[in-house]
């Protein structure tokens, strides 16, 4: 079983940053792949950024260059560098990660970018 835990959302103004950090506990070896994704109200949850090993990292085109997804295995944690932050990037953000073809969600942290 595994257990997520999303932290570091919150209020912030356009052009702003944020880092987001997911920390996943439990009796795990290795989670892979990892992912944040992100719903905004109205709207279906999309994927935000992917992290699986031996494969190339995937971003939504609609974050490309401002966006990081990172992850410390040691620790268990994954994270989300969010810059240059937009009102459009307004949403619920969920961490993601697979466990043995099983698949987990966090609980989601608030994202909201205004002035």
């Known amino acids: 079983q595994v257990q997520l835990v999303e932290s570091g959302g919150g209020l912030v103004q356009p052009g702003r940053s944020l880092r987001l950090s997911c920390d996943a506990s439990g009796t795990i070896f290795r989670i892979d792949p990892v992912a944040w994704y992100r719903q905004a109200p109205g709207k279906q949850r999309e994927l935000v950024a992917r992290l699986k090993s031996g494969e190339n990292t995937v971003y939504a085109d609609s974050v490309k260059g401002r966006f990081t997804i990172s992850r410390d295995n040691a620790k268990n944690m994954v994270y989300l560098q969010m810059n240059s932050l937009k009102p459009e990037d307004t949403a619920v953000y969920y961490c993601?990660?697979?466990?043995?073809?099983?698949?987990?969600w966090g609980q989601g942290t608030q994202v909201t970018v205004s002035s």
């Open positions: 993601y990660v697979e466990y043995f073809g099983d698949d987990y």
